[in-house]
């Protein structure tokens, strides 16, 4: 059965500043004005096969990748890094779909016996929300003497194919859609007794909506 994955990602550059912008503050006397600027909330989200014998990171290919057999597992390492100049919180949404051989036919995200027909290996400091979001549970530091911006442990590091697929999904497309948001931690800290999926500030988004740009924030879509 020969099977092709093609990813198709969304990034987010969502620059939510929760209820904080950019203001002007005066002295006392009004006569000197003194403007203070709000840092940037800004990040990148980045899709590798790993890295190479001299540590270089494989980018997921363009074209995808063909000849996808039941069973088999898929390297893709999906990753967020903190491009701005403020600390930010940093959460990852994921929807796929299963396009049959004749381009048009959607088939079903899990077989008969329940089971999904793809499968993520999600790491340990990523948790899952009530609303279908992943949260890294890390609030990830802006580049600062002369470090870059932190980057997320990986959501995931494989996409694995189920190996009791039947004849149905032969010649199939998979899309594996990823889009990532992200608020800023000043002022904004996980409430008491709750964690990162409490903290205020995230745009209300359906889960189901990577499929498209997020508006009014600037956007960009690869297909993988």
């Not at 989200?45 to 597992?73: C, H, R, W, Y």
Request: glycine residues 10%; negative net charge.
């Amino acid at each position: 059965m020969r099977k092709k994955l093609l990813g198709g990602s969304l990034l987010v550059l969502l620059a939510a500043l929760f209820a904080y912008g950019t203001w002007a503050y005066f002295t006392a006397e009004a006569r000197t004005t003194n403007v203070i600027t709000t840092g940037t909330i800004h990040i990148s989200l980045k899709e590798t096969q790993g890295v190479d014998a001299d540590g270089n990171e494989i980018l997921f290919p363009e074209e995808g990748i063909s000849g996808v057999m039941p069973g088999v597992s898929v390297d893709k390492l999906v990753t967020v890094k903190n491009e701005g100049t403020s600390d930010a919180w940093v959460r990852i949404v994921v929807s796929s779909e299963i396009i049959a051989a004749d381009g048009t036919t959607k088939l079903p995200l899990a077989l008969g016996n329940g089971e999904d027909v793809l499968s993520f290996d999600i790491q340990n400091k990523w948790i899952r929300g009530e609303d279908g979001y992943y949260y890294y549970t890390e609030a990830l530091k802006p580049a600062q003497n002369g470090q870059p911006g932190e980057t997320t442990q990986a959501l995931f590091t494989k996409v694995t194919f189920n190996p009791a697929m039947g004849n149905e999904y032969q010649g199939c497309t998979a899309y594996v859609k990823v889009a990532a948001h992200a608020v800023q931690v000043k002022n904004n800290p996980i409430p008491a007794g709750g964690d990162v999926t409490d903290v205020a500030g995230w745009p209300a988004v359906a889960v189901e909506e990577p499929e498209a740009p997020l508006e009014p924030d600037s956007s960009a879509e690869s297909e993988l």
